[in-house]
């Protein structure tokens, strides 16, 4: 007796990754950073060691149509910058005598409003609550300029929206199965007008665990933008490079619990004349950066 075996395909699960939002969730995000700035002055390769972490946590305060508006607060920051010209700090848990560490820690629990769509797309309403205490500090007028100079860097409301679209994973509005693919566009979280063109994909998906991957292919806009860094000193940038995000996601509600995002950029940042500068000087530059954010509901 002949058997005959027959071959069954079963079709690749659809899903519909997006965020769930549920009023009076909240959710902690832990961020540490590692980043590697090469730079070539005159000749001579400069090493920077910049280390960055964070917390910060979100409470959601209404569902709407198309995603959720959210409470955000900063609970603590800590940076610490290694150069040439030696460390420079700012911890919201270090001496309140240091005028860094007075900006960061009256910063902290400032309610800043943002929506946050289905897909992952940020939105933000009163960034400039963050500031509200910074001139009642004491600080002197230099001090207080120059502070402010390294903060909207850090803490703008681009820089912010930037930094809290990273993030999150970017879903797109379709059902997808393993292997699909999805694009997006976000830009760098400072204010370089660097913007990263990202391709998703559903990597894997096991019941409502989910693994998604994003490539993005990063350029800059506008190598004519001028961009004003600590010490009083303009520069213009011409970086490109790439960035890679690996993020373990819940299937069901969208919340990544950890991602992983590695880039790469490399090019040149001019110094404009002006000060202690007594013509354009191009500087090679590259830029290595490591990215870890874990999310927990509480």
Not at 60 to 71: H, I, P, Q
């Amino acid at each position: 007796m002949l058997l005959a075996a027959t071959a069954f395909t079963f079709p690749a699960k659809e899903v519909k990754l997006e965020y769930v939002f549920k009023v009076g969730d909240e959710y902690t995000l832990n961020q540490t950073t590692n980043q590697t700035i090469k730079q070539t002055i005159m000749g001579m390769e400069q090493v920077a060691e910049n280390l960055v972490s964070g917390q910060m946590k979100y409470k959601v305060t209404a569902v709407t149509a198309t995603g959720a508006k959210l409470e955000m607060r900063f609970l603590k920051l800590k940076s610490s910058l290694k150069s040439i010209m030696g460390e420079k700090a700012m911890d919201t848990e270090g001496e309140s005598d240091n005028a860094e560490n007075k900006v960061l820690k009256s910063m902290m629990n400032k309610v800043v409003l943002v929506n946050i769509s289905k897909q992952g797309i940020v939105e933000i309403e009163n960034s400039d609550n963050l500031w509200t205490d910074m001139n009642n500090l004491g600080l002197d007028e230099t001090t207080l300029a120059q502070m402010k100079i390294v903060m909207e860097q850090m803490m703008g409301k681009k820089s912010l929206k930037n930094s809290l679209e990273r993030a999150m994973v970017y879903y797109t509005d379709k059902k997808v199965k393993q292997g699909d693919t999805w694009f997006s566009k976000n830009a760098f979280p400072m204010d370089f007008p660097i913007e990263s063109n990202n391709t998703w994909s559903l990597a894997d998906l096991a019941g409502d665990a989910a693994k998604v991957n994003g490539d993005g292919n990063c350029v800059t806009l506008d190598k004519n933008k001028i961009v004003n860094l600590p010490g009083g000193i303009q520069a213009k940038m011409d970086l490109a490079g790439n960035q890679a995000t690996k993020a373990d996601v819940n299937a069901k509600t969208g919340w990544a619990s950890e991602i992983h995002i590695s880039s790469t950029l490399k090019g040149k940042m001019t110094l404009l004349a002006g000060g202690m500068i007594p013509m354009d000087m191009d500087v090679p530059m590259e830029i290595s950066t490591q990215i870890t954010y874990t999310i927990v509901k509480k």
